[in-house]
């Protein structure tokens, strides 16, 4: 109960932050300005912990985002084979681009823009060479950082790659793979519904509070500590499978992360390999990744394909840049061509308006895929982790954050309008 | 409370396997065999888990050792640049070289030595180059595995390079170097007793129970599940911090994993750098390691440097491999010439003979490496983990095992055999 009156003050905190009060700003809140987990042993005032939840508290985040497997189990991603090291084009110009963020008139430039959001890091390439690269706060180049819901777009990636290869169907239903989910909200959603997130799961992706699904969810998995009298589900399957049906499958795109842990449960039966051993053979032993990455793993071991990823930043956006160039990386096919088509055409526009999501209209998702309707697509994760890719511009960005709101409404608002600034700065626009 | 009984049949089952029963033997205990963690998710019955403590216990032991960090927090302690690739000249008549255990008068072979033992895996080195190579059970070459107290012959290594960098006085006290160790039993020791297990601490190195010092010391660094109302040590080097003088320092060696765990805090103080990171910079990124490591880390961030360090077989290789060619690799100096003479000179023979170690009749302990009176020095982690180093034979031996038997009082009287047999035939003697 003490765990929990705790973290109810922190989750409560985070909204009240938002909501009411001005958080620290990025310079003020800097993790190693803070002393976050500096001597030996770090004093009982700057420690930051899994086991009474401090480490999911602003300013701590800032510190912990990008420690998260000193935080909990974790399983490794291993890189194999030669570094594929990034030319370097450097420009000095970047940091005093303009743009004007989304509902505001002041307009402010790129270099102002990352402390707005928190950054953590962030790395662009142009036309395949490095253009821009800083890392602020706990984040070193050779560090990892959680990605959160960035994993999920590694997820649908790989589904589409066993759909491409004929080893999994979209049109069949969620239980005819894992019979477990016959009796959850997920048995008559087909693969294809779940992987574009237009289920009628009942589950509110809402953050804060310690009654709410995703506080639940973190309760499974082991992403909180469980109460002594705990009977909730044991472990993220199990979680998936307790979920009922809030409406009808095909409707509205609806984000709900419990989506990608179902997806992730059918392609390790497809498989026959865990999604860490997948994300290894197919990509992090093939793109001359220079880190191993790592996936936070549940009580049982398996691993939080919602979003437990943690990568290094240049290893995200080497995985970008095999996208742009349509699944191919130095002469070999990472991705089948139908696979990359199916990612690359986007989902149901109509179906993701009613989301009104900031500078997403027209746009839409699919594949756990974001799409903008200028034909960028994105991997976007809470608190601002994102790999962006414009191929017009032969632009590819990777972003890890640690903004005080969870949410990457209050964030797009911000990044896409910098983005977007970006992209016509390089394209000479 | 449900925690601590479970905790005490496990416990007590593993000692009375080596009391009253018979365990199974290494094939019928195999963890891919007995399906240990296999499917997604695993059953229950299958499970290996931290939060319930059957991750300790024999045979689901022969699955976690080899998984560590799916299990608990760690930090990563990173290989860098080109991998050192042993050459190889594997020997096929190794397996039938025979040996007689200590104590027994039936001769067994090299072979069956490696079942008796409950090997997971093994690696020989004969002038640099590999002869034997074996895995068994859960362990793959490219895997990790705990090497339980091995951890602590890194440290002591540590040690001896910062005194030889003239960075740390052996003859200075505990206490002048970290002051909050003043009021523990620790406080009045030199550095020299605690490197060399001479203190006169009270702390009983006993596995299995629930209400050991061993068990305390597990509780304090989160390696078992705390219970609810528990108000012991908050972490390692608080746990070190509150233990007590049971005699003067300076007398018998007697082993007290805690006595790594003070030296550990006394050279991150010395040094500003976490031991991972220490391990990191001196070896992992300066001895072509293949494999990034692994440390298990307790609450609030610190590594158990008295038995958490996981690295890949061959990595532990070659650190042996150079000690044993003398603190040197491919033209480098990794070691100072007075930190190799220090751990090379061995401790005080007279008081390790109470100690009665099987195998180890006129051989000593100090800067955390055992010594034997050949000449052989060794790393040593309970269930079987090792270092072993010939430099008369010119032999290398890295090894790891998940023996149900903790102390290497039984598992020696095989193994030492073994090894002797071995360096002879090697040696053509």
Redesign the interface.
């Known amino acids: 109960m003490r765990i929990l009156v705790a973290l109810a003050v922190l989750l409560a905190g985070t909204a009240a932050m938002a909501q009411d009060k001005t958080p620290l700003n990025a310079a003020d809140s800097d993790p190693v300005r803070l002393g976050w987990?500096q001597g030996?042993?770090?004093a009982a005032d700057k420690?930051?912990?899994?086991?009474n939840s401090s480490m999911w508290a602003f300013p701590k985040t800032r510190w912990s985002f990008s420690?998260w497997?000193?935080?909990?189990?974790?399983?490794?991603v291993?890189r194999s084979g030669p570094i594929s090291v990034f030319p370097r084009a450097e420009r000095r110009d970047i940091d005093a681009i303009t743009l004007v963020p989304l509902g505001a008139t002041t307009p402010m430039t790129w270099e102002q823009s990352l402390a707005a959001n928190y950054t953590d890091g962030i790395v662009v390439l142009h036309k395949g060479r490095i253009v821009y690269e800083r890392y602020f706060g706990a984040l070193k180049p050779?560090g990892?950082h959680i990605a959160f819901s960035v994993t999920k777009s590694f997820v649908g990636t790989l589904a589409e790659i066993l759909i491409a290869e004929g080893k999994l169907d979209p049109q069949r239903t969620m239980a005819s793979y894992v019979p477990e989910l016959a009796g959850s909200g997920f048995g008559d959603a087909t693969v294809r519904q779940v992987m574009d997130m237009r289920t009628g799961i009942a589950f509110d992706e809402a953050y804060g509070g310690i009654d709410g699904d995703v506080f639940r969810m973190s309760l499974a998995m082991?992403g909180v500590p469980r109460p002594?009298d705990y009977a909730g589900p044991d472990?993220?399957?199990?979680n998936v499978a307790s979920l009922k049906k809030a409406g009808a499958h095909g409707g509205d795109w609806v984000y709900r992360t419990p989506n990608t842990d179902a997806l992730a449960?059918v392609l390790?039966?497809v498989a026959g390999q865990?999604i860490a051993a997948q994300i290894e053979a197919r990509f992090w032993s093939k793109l001359g990744m220079e880190?191993?990455a790592s996936l936070q793993?549940d009580?049982?071991?398996?691993g939080f394909t919602g979003g437990g990823f943690s990568p290094a930043l240049r290893d995200m956006a080497r995985f970008g840049e095999m996208l742009r160039l349509g699944g191919r990386w130095q002469g070999a096919e990472i991705i089948p061509a139908a696979a990359m088509a199916a990612i690359r055409k986007g989902g149901d526009a109509p179906a993701f308006v009613a989301a009104k999501y900031p500078g997403l209209a027209g746009g839409s998702y699919a594949s756990q895929w974001w799409h903008r309707a200028g034909g960028q697509f994105m991997a976007v994760g809470i608190h601002g982790q994102g790999i962006y890719i414009d191929p017009k511009a032969e632009m590819v960005i990777a972003r890890f954050g640690s903004h005080p709101v969870a949410t990457n409404r209050v964030i797009n608002v911000t990044t896409l309008p910098a983005y977007d600034a970006l992209a016509a700065h390089l394209s000479g626009r």
Chains 1, 2 share one sequence.
């Open positions: 987990m030996f042993p770090p420690q930051v912990r899994w086991d420690h497997r000193e935080l909990m189990p974790s399983t490794a291993r050779d990892l082991g002594k472990g993220i399957f199990a449960w390790e039966q865990s880190q191993d793993v009580p049982v071991g398996t």
